[in-house]
């Protein structure tokens, strides 16, 4: 299932279609989860292909996953930038149309090339997400983020060749 190539990968930009500023009027919480009450529809284009996420009203997102001690390296919500990549890498990660590897190579692109990271501050988040793959796939019963199931679509369409 591999598709994505991580030398090479560029994020070119993105669009909204829809829930652009339901996603930046989002404000940080004690809780850190956030119910997002629109439907997202965004698009994000690479040289290899374009990702995009939809999200019924009600998806809800943790903004960067992990504890408030790393805010300082990697804020929970942050610039638009980041909150599409947090979002996108979210979606991703319900929307199982990229492989949990794949899922993390585009986060690394997007954090790269969209929130504008260095490489190796990216490296070290992919790394991070990479540890575990509790976080990917369908929720556990009890699990917060099983309220998300089926109100998440993601398809990959890569790009192909000129005939």
């Not at 992919?126 to 199931?149: F, H, I, M, T």
């Given at each position: 299932?591999?598709?994505?190539?991580?030398?090479?990968?560029?994020?070119?930009?993105?669009?909204?279609?829809?829930?652009?500023?339901?996603?930046?009027?989002?404000?940080?919480?004690?809780d850190?989860?956030?119910?997002?009450?629109?439907?997202?529809?965004?698009?994000?284009?690479?040289?290899?292909?374009t990702?995009?996420?939809?999200?019924?009203?009600?998806?809800?997102?943790?903004?960067?996953?992990?504890p408030?001690?790393?805010?300082?390296?990697?804020?929970?919500?942050?610039?638009?930038?980041?909150?599409?990549?947090?979002?996108?890498?979210?979606?991703?990660?319900?929307?199982?149309?990229?492989?949990?590897?794949?899922?993390?190579?585009?986060?690394?692109?997007?954090?790269?090339?969209?929130?504008?990271?260095?490489?190796?501050?990216?490296?070290v988040?992919?790394l991070?997400?990479?540890?575990?793959?509790?976080?990917?796939?369908?929720?556990?019963?009890?699990?917060?983020?099983?309220?998300?199931?089926?109100?998440?679509?993601?398809?990959?369409?890569?790009?192909?060749?000129?005939?």
């Amino acid at each position: 299932m591999k598709q994505l190539h991580k030398h090479g990968l560029k994020v070119i930009g993105y669009d909204f279609v829809a829930g652009r500023s339901c996603l930046e009027s989002v404000m940080e919480n004690d809780d850190r989860r956030y119910p997002l009450n629109d439907e997202i529809n965004l698009m994000i284009y690479t040289n290899q292909g374009t990702l995009t996420v939809v999200t019924s009203p009600g998806f809800i997102f943790d903004g960067r996953s992990g504890p408030k001690i790393v805010d300082w390296y990697a804020p929970n919500l942050g610039t638009l930038e980041e909150r599409i990549c947090w979002f996108a890498h979210d979606g991703n990660g319900y929307g199982l149309d990229l492989s949990f590897e794949d899922t993390n190579i585009l986060l690394f692109a997007m954090l790269r090339d969209l929130a504008r990271y260095r490489k190796s501050k990216a490296e070290v988040i992919q790394l991070a997400v990479s540890l575990s793959r509790s976080w990917y796939g369908e929720p556990k019963e009890g699990d917060w983020c099983r309220a998300n199931v089926g109100k998440v679509r993601t398809v990959w369409m890569p790009k192909t060749e000129a005939a």
